[in-house]
């Protein structure tokens, strides 16, 4: 039996459009350039992230908790800025999401664990609302992957039927999760083999080539 063309897109920012905007990695860069003792630093993130991704506390009230909670030699606009520094953007996957967009006129939706204040920084600044739909992040709906709920919120946003969209993303866990409620996912690990991929589903960036249907 054929399945059903893709008409929606729904895809995760960090790891897949844009890096990690506040990773581990980020963070051992941050114990490094401000002298921090990177095992509390990792101990108090752990105790606030959660609540600073739900859209439960401000960027402001998360800098006070794990990092201004004592004197420190800089400022919270010299720690912001780093934060967000961090990000860059991938610009292969966001040249293909907007090709693909453009030709099968796509729905796209972010589906995203991010704060508030971070994730309209990266937003803003690499242009996503110019090709995203919408952005179903975790500040905003107040849940976070790995609650399922988050994808039920995404279909019911985007309303595509569930046979029709493909969920790009590169967390194994988030891949299952998204499958177990019936959404056709991709495990990202890099811009050729998603697009491989993604052809293989019926939605090539090849002139000349019309999507079909598995």
């Not at 905007?21 to 108090?44: C, I, K, N, T, V």
């Not at 800098?63 to 004592?70: A, C, M, N, Q, S």
């Not at 309209?120 to 739909?133: G, N």
């Amino acid at each position: 039996m054929n399945q059903a063309e893709i008409t929606c897109m729904f895809l995760d920012i960090g790891g897949v459009l844009l890096t990690n905007g506040w990773d581990h990695h980020s963070r051992e860069l941050a114990a490094e350039e401000f002298d921090l003792d990177p095992a509390e630093l990792e101990s108090q993130h752990q105790m606030a992230f959660g609540v600073f991704e739900e859209g439960k506390i401000t960027l402001e009230e998360y800098l006070r908790r794990v990092i201004f909670y004592k004197e420190r030699p800089f400022t919270r606009d010299q720690f912001r800025r780093f934060m967000f520094e961090q990000s860059k953007p991938c610009p292969e996957m966001i040249e293909l999401v907007r090709s693909l967009k453009a030709r099968y006129r796509l729905k796209i939706a972010v589906v995203s664990n991010e704060g508030r204040e971070l994730n309209e920084h990266r937003i803003r600044t690499f242009m996503l609302d110019e090709f995203v739909d919408a952005f179903i992040s975790s500040c905003f709906v107040r849940v976070r992957k790995p609650d399922a709920d988050i994808f039920r919120f995404a279909i019911d946003i985007s309303q595509a039927p569930v046979p029709q969209v493909v969920y790009i993303e590169n967390t194994p866990m988030f891949v299952q999760i998204a499958e177990d409620l019936g959404i056709r996912s991709i495990l990202h690990t890099d811009c050729k083999s998603t697009r491989e991929k993604l052809a293989g589903l019926g939605l090539r960036t090849d002139e000349g080539v019309i999507r079909a249907s598995l």
